[in-house]
């Protein structure tokens, strides 16, 4: 009799997770990797084969049930994928049916049902000669014809059902039921273009190949400046890993982004596939049926691109691997970077981390030697980094400018608009988290048990998330006495009609969580900004990185100091590294780019060393 160990998917918090069950002779097709409906206490729930074996239920010390019922029509889980949550459990102290769940689409554990379509396919090879034997039967004639360059055609697209039924009956074709697959980036096909290498990027490439071709794990750093072709290095290491046999993982970090990297890599590759939480759970499904299949060569998309059905994967790449939106915020609390790592050491294959500002601590690793560093140091074509000023917004406030936008910004954007190019404007998402700030002298309400700064709350009350310590909010500055005392918030309104007001004749674009809730409104307003539909777009950070538009000339960074203000230990790392990353979107094409930082902490290292664009510096 078959026994199978089944991993619960229901949220226990004890150490017992895996409960033996029988199998039916009516299901003793099941083997590891199944999704199952079984009994558990007095409800029914899924669970995960992890193992089958011979055994007899009497040398159990209770009694075993049976298995109700199969999920799906195929196992869901490959050994790799069991093996790979079983690690994933063990690393973040947490029960194996979450991280098994990390492997479903959308993290349902229900069946998802899958669309079909009839078709027509030839039953016969169709020749010249048999066209000719049925020229009198045109209708024939012309379906025949037809399959003959598409091979197969949908039924509904036909029409004429006693047609059909007449040529399937004289053996000329047949009929069958095809899954339909949706795919919502079949559409992209984009112009091949030839890129010339620079000697930084063949010498990246370079490093990675032997690690290629002798499938063995190793991670690598590139440190690439703002435009300095990280993205194709990708993709030459893709080209490389393909003809070898194998696949590769492309991960970034941010959904708005995604959109670009799918145009660069569809380029080169016919066989892409997008992964990331806008797709529905349906399309998700598809995209795992057609990889599982082996109809992929490459996968792209955010965190949950990691955790496909895919096997023999020859490269890992993590783009922006500095960014903090590879965290997941939900059970399990894992890093993509971190799983990405992993993942690649159970392929034996090589794992890429690239970024302008690299992580602190993935830059540490590539000083000591854990990591290989690989430098590209300038942009393509030898362009010049944008010029980049700071701007004191107490000195703006004593000149009494009240407006969110400093002279030197507005006058930046009238000129820019003259010249016929285009700016964007950062408002950092970090604005939403509210705290009170003097713009007379720039000082913040800090806790006076810890130094971190107080969180205003709408009862008004100003609190410590760290201590819990409260106090009521002040009405006048504590350090200096000045009434100009101000609560952050998220800004991004006010902005925008402060841009009406000033320039009634741009078009302006508004990015923020309030304007994409809709599946692809990233892309779109890209799309449209980089076709010139508008000369302005701001928003929140998903306008500061990886995007390259070759009409931005200029950049405005408002309240660059705000993520300074935040109770978070990596607040100063946050500020450079998206002053830096905002700057580098300016001047990526022939003119030069200039970038004005508007901050009311103006000394502050980070601001200084972002201002900057140095790195190494910070």
Not at 301 to 317: E, K, M, N, Q, Y
Request: charged share 25%; with cysteine; hydrophobic share 40%.
């Amino acid at each position: 009799m078959l026994i199978a160990e089944v991993c619960a998917n229901v949220p226990i918090k004890s150490d017992k997770q895996v409960f033996s069950y029988i199998v039916p002779d009516d299901l003793n097709y099941i083997t590891i990797g199944w999704r199952v409906i079984v009994p558990f206490g007095s409800k029914s729930i899924d669970g995960f084969v992890l193992n089958v074996f011979d055994g007899e239920p009497d040398g159990f010390d209770f009694a075993l049930k049976e298995i109700y019922d199969a999920v799906d029509e195929e196992a869901w889980f490959t050994p790799s994928m069991i093996l790979a949550a079983n690690r994933l459990a063990n690393f973040y102290l947490c029960p194996l049916s979450q991280t098994m769940s990390l492997f479903m689409p959308g993290r349902v554990s229900k069946k998802i049902s899958a669309r079909f379509e009839k078709i027509i396919e030839p039953a016969v090879e169709i020749t010249d000669e048999l066209l000719f034997e049925i020229k009198k039967k045109p209708a024939q004639l012309r379906l025949l014809s037809r399959l003959r360059d598409r091979k197969s055609l949908p039924t509904a697209e036909i029409g004429n059902r006693p047609l059909i039924k007449k040529m399937i009956d004289a053996g000329l074709i047949v009929e069958r039921e095809r899954r339909i697959l949706r795919d919502s980036y079949a559409s992209i096909n984009p112009i091949e273009k030839s890129i010339e290498l620079t000697s930084d990027q063949r010498r990246a490439i370079e490093a990675v190949e032997p690690f290629l071709e002798n499938q063995e794990h190793r991670g690598f750093l590139l440190y690439g400046v703002t435009g300095s072709g990280k993205t194709q290095v990708y993709i030459e290491l893709t080209e490389r890993v393909r003809r070898l046999g194998r696949r590769a993982v492309i991960l970034v970090p941010e959904i708005a982004l995604t959109g670009q990297i799918v145009v660069e890599f569809k380029r080169h590759f016919k066989d892409v596939i997008v992964i990331h939480s806008r797709l529905s759970i349906a399309e998700r499904s598809d995209a795992f049926h057609r990889i599982r299949n082996g109809e992929c060569g490459v996968v792209i998309g955010a965190r949950s691109a990691l955790f496909t059905p895919i096997d023999d994967v020859g490269l890992f790449v993590v783009d922006e691997e500095q960014d903090f939106s590879y965290k997941q915020n939900d059970a399990p609390h894992y890093h993509a970077r971190i799983v990405a790592e992993e993942f690649a050491q159970l392929h034996s294959a090589p794992i890429v981390f690239g970024s302008a500002t690299p992580s602190f601590e993935s830059y540490f690793r590539a000083r000591s030697g854990e990591l290989t560093l690989l430098r590209l140091p300038i942009r393509i074509d030898g362009r010049s980094l944008p010029t980049v000023e700071c701007v004191d917004m107490r000195k703006e406030l004593k000149a009494r400018n009240f407006s969110v936008l400093s002279r030197e910004l507005l006058e930046l954007l009238k000129t820019t608009l003259e010249r016929k190019e285009q700016a964007i404007l950062l408002l950092n998402r970090r604005g939403y988290s509210t705290f009170v700030m003097c713009r007379a002298c720039g000082a913040v309400v800090k806790c006076s048990e810890c130094s971190m700064p107080m969180v205003y709350h709408s009862d008004g009350m100003l609190r410590c998330h760290r201590c819990e310590l409260e106090q009521t909010s002040p009405k006048t500055c504590p350090k200096c006495g000045s009434r100009y005392i101000k609560f952050f918030g998220s800004g991004t309104q006010k902005l925008e009609q402060t841009l009406q007001q000033e320039l009634p004749s741009a078009r302006i674009l508004r990015m923020d969580r309030d304007t994409t809730t809709r599946k692809f409104s990233h892309q779109k307003m890209l799309d449209q900004f980089r076709e010139r539909q508008f000369d302005i777009l701001f928003g929140t950070q998903m306008v500061a990185k990886g995007h390259d538009i070759a009409g931005v000339t200029a950049v405005g960074i408002l309240s660059a100091d705000s993520s300074l203000n935040i109770p978070d230990f990596r607040s100063s790392e946050v500020c450079f590294m998206l002053i830096t990353q905002a700057a580098g979107r300016a001047g990526r094409s022939a003119s030069e780019g200039r970038v004005i930082v508007q901050a009311y902490n103006a000394g502050h290292e980070a601001i200084a060393y972002g201002c900057r664009q140095d790195y190494d510096g910070f």
